[in-house]
């Protein structure tokens, strides 16, 4: 019978797949942080307003986005600056990270792949990438579950409003290629980078919510 000593060391080398892989959750989460998507939207609004759909397909893109990270920040501000929380939910705030990647991702798929006749692939390859970084950001302890679906949610229903309203973008096939290479450019410059957001948020809220000492 192994002694105690030997079961406390051997209960203490059990880990989670959060304390094994650390720095690949991190590491994956830098693919939906703001540094990185808000360029890459840009890139996006970019080729929309160059391709068949046109500057108003660009602004619709734009305006969804925004609305959408104006939900996200709404619920930092009170979370940061009032303590407002959904404790039984363990709910604190819509993740970021995983609204942004849930909006921007399926865009620049739709808009590198072919997207039409059947823009389903494309969707589902930019879906594919905001579920394996939410996926990121639950492990890497940064949000709960709840947070990281609401985040989806958010992204998911500005991407289906977009279609709603405007159809699966379509690049033509000499620009494609176009997009593809600024795609990877922006990524490759950008990915590693924080946007300040949350600093920003978590200093200036206290004032917002009368709470400033």
Same mark, same amino acid.
């Given at each position: ?77 009170? #979370? ?110 950008? #990915? ?22």
């Amino acid at each position: 019978m192994a002694a105690p000593g030997a079961r406390r060391r051997g209960l203490r080398t059990t880990r989670t797949p959060k304390d094994v892989f650390p720095s690949m959750w991190s590491a994956i989460s830098n693919f939906g942080d703001a540094a990185m998507t808000l360029p890459l939207a840009l890139v996006c609004a970019l080729w929309l307003a160059l391709g068949s759909a046109g500057w108003r397909a660009a602004a619709t893109w734009l305006g969804l986005l925004a609305s959408a990270a104006a939900l996200v920040g709404a619920t930092k501000i009170l #979370y940061a600056g009032c303590g407002v929380e959904l404790r039984a939910l363990q709910f604190r705030v819509i993740s970021g990270h995983t609204m942004l990647a849930a909006c921007v991702w399926p865009m620049v798929c739709m808009l590198c792949l072919r997207a039409r006749p059947r823009p389903r692939l494309a969707i589902a390859c930019g879906f594919a990438i905001a579920s394996v970084i939410a996926i990121a950001r639950v492990y890497a302890r940064a949000h709960s579950l709840s947070e990281v679906a609401a985040g989806v949610v958010v992204g998911a229903a500005a991407t289906a409003c977009y279609l709603q309203w405007r159809g699966a973008p379509q690049l033509p096939a000499h620009l494609r290629m176009y997009a593809i290479v600024s795609v990877v450019l922006v990524g490759a410059l950008m #990915y590693g980078r924080h946007a300040p957001i949350q600093h920003a948020i978590q200093t200036y809220s206290p004032a917002l919510c009368g709470r400033d000492s």
